[in-house]
């Protein structure tokens, strides 16, 4: 029975996604700015308020049962970018993060919601602070292709992990132990832990391409930083190559195969979906959700 129940509740949630979706499915339609603030307003109260806030200040009802606290977006301080250390997120980095969802975390891949959808909650919660007012983000750090992975490019990574002060957090064998990991805390005070780099997924996704972009942008308003000017691309290329070489194994997995938190947040999300409150409709299948499935196997 106690297992039977969330399942039984899954379905009712799926079923009632797949219907919805049959009337919500418009991407198209040229809508104005104030429809589209109007749309995304509506999309935020229904489907993030409950742990970002009415006022995105990150203290929604819901936010006192995670460890990892739902961000303060008034901050305009962003983790998942593209763009330089220190700089505002692109409006890209954002819907990548809103379609995908942070793995590990209450913060779910959003998609229940169709692309404009998304669109509109990416420009309502930039409203939220005033940083996006004042400046224009950086350009977003170059990718060169990836180098074809061999021992060699493990080992030069073996070695910038050392030179880097990787360990200092990581640990010399990357399980989040090394010897300032215990004392670390984000920009908003909060405990912060440095990640297990032998386990997947990575918050961020477990692609080469995501995490080159962690290493060449670090997390802002965390303690992990930026490696664009201490290491090469090459050498960056090099550090990836390393850490996939030692995230060997998978954190463990609860119903529907989520990882850590994001059980807790199915469980707000879905009663957000009884409630009948939450807004509707990418298709159920669309390319993000075989994407995500894709990802989640990983
Ligand atoms: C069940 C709780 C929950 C809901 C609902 C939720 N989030 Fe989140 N969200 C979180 C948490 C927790 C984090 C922090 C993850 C981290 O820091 O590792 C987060 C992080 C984010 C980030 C990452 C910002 C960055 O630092 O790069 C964005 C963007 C975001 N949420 C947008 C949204 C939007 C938009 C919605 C609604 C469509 C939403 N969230 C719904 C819990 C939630
Ligand atoms: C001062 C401490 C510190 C140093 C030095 C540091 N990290 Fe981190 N790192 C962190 C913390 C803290 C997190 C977790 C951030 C979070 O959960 O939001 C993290 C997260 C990560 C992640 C996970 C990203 C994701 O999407 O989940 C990777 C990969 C990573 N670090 C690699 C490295 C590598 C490689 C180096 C050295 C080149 C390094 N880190 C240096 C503290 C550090």
Redesign the pocket.
């Given at each position: 029975m106690k297992t039977i129940l969330p399942i039984a509740i899954c379905t009712v949630l799926i079923l009632g996604v797949l219907t919805v979706n049959e009337r919500g499915n418009d991407t198209t339609g040229s809508a104005s700015a104030e429809e589209d603030l109007k749309l995304g307003e509506r999309?935020?109260q229904e489907?993030?308020a409950?742990?970002?806030g009415d006022k995105g200040d990150g203290k929604g009802p819901?936010a006192h049962r995670?460890k990892?606290?739902?961000?303060d977006f008034t901050a305009g301080i962003?983790?998942?970018?593209s763009t330089p250390s220190g700089s505002l997120?692109l409006d890209q980095?954002?819907f990548r993060?809103?379609t995908r969802g942070?793995r590990g975390?209450?913060?779910?891949a959003?998609l229940q919601?169709s692309e404009r959808e998304r669109w509109a909650?990416?420009r309502y919660?930039k409203a939220f602070s005033k940083r996006f007012k004042e400046g224009k983000p950086g350009r977003a750090v170059a990718a060169p292709p990836a180098p074809s992975p061999n021992g060699k490019l493990v080992a030069l990574g073996k070695s910038k992990y050392e030179e880097g002060g990787c360990v200092q957090c990581h640990g010399p064998d990357g399980k989040g132990n090394g010897p300032s990991a215990k004392d670390l805390k984000d920009d908003w005070g909060n405990p912060i832990s440095p990640a297990d780099l032998t386990l997947k997924p990575f918050?961020s996704g477990s692609n080469p391409e995501d995490l080159y972009r962690t290493m060449s942008t670090g997390l802002n308003?965390t303690p992990m930083p930026s490696y664009e000017d201490a290491f090469s691309p090459k050498e960056r290329w090099a550090l990836v190559s390393y850490i996939l070489s030692i995230a060997t194994h998978e954190r463990p997995r609860g119903m529907m195969g989520l990882v850590g938190e994001e059980v807790?947040?199915m469980r707000?999300?879905m009663r957000a979906a009884m409630a009948g409150k939450m807004g509707g409709g990418g298709g159920m299948m669309n390319k993000d959700m075989k994407d995500m499935m894709k990802d989640q196997r990983k």
């Amino acid at each position: 029975m106690k297992t039977i129940l969330p399942i039984a509740i899954c379905t009712v949630l799926i079923l009632g996604v797949l219907t919805v979706n049959e009337r919500g499915n418009d991407t198209t339609g040229s809508a104005s700015a104030e429809e589209d603030l109007k749309l995304g307003e509506r999309i935020y109260q229904e489907n993030c308020a409950a742990c970002h806030g009415d006022k995105g200040d990150g203290k929604g009802p819901e936010a006192h049962r995670f460890k990892i606290k739902p961000r303060d977006f008034t901050a305009g301080i962003y983790k998942f970018r593209s763009t330089p250390s220190g700089s505002l997120p692109l409006d890209q980095d954002i819907f990548r993060t809103v379609t995908r969802g942070v793995r590990g975390t209450s913060m779910l891949a959003q998609l229940q919601l169709s692309e404009r959808e998304r669109w509109a909650v990416v420009r309502y919660i930039k409203a939220f602070s005033k940083r996006f007012k004042e400046g224009k983000p950086g350009r977003a750090v170059a990718a060169p292709p990836a180098p074809s992975p061999n021992g060699k490019l493990v080992a030069l990574g073996k070695s910038k992990y050392e030179e880097g002060g990787c360990v200092q957090c990581h640990g010399p064998d990357g399980k989040g132990n090394g010897p300032s990991a215990k004392d670390l805390k984000d920009d908003w005070g909060n405990p912060i832990s440095p990640a297990d780099l032998t386990l997947k997924p990575f918050k961020s996704g477990s692609n080469p391409e995501d995490l080159y972009r962690t290493m060449s942008t670090g997390l802002n308003g965390t303690p992990m930083p930026s490696y664009e000017d201490a290491f090469s691309p090459k050498e960056r290329w090099a550090l990836v190559s390393y850490i996939l070489s030692i995230a060997t194994h998978e954190r463990p997995r609860g119903m529907m195969g989520l990882v850590g938190e994001e059980v807790d947040g199915m469980r707000i999300d879905m009663r957000a979906a009884m409630a009948g409150k939450m807004g509707g409709g990418g298709g159920m299948m669309n390319k993000d959700m075989k994407d995500m499935m894709k990802d989640q196997r990983k």
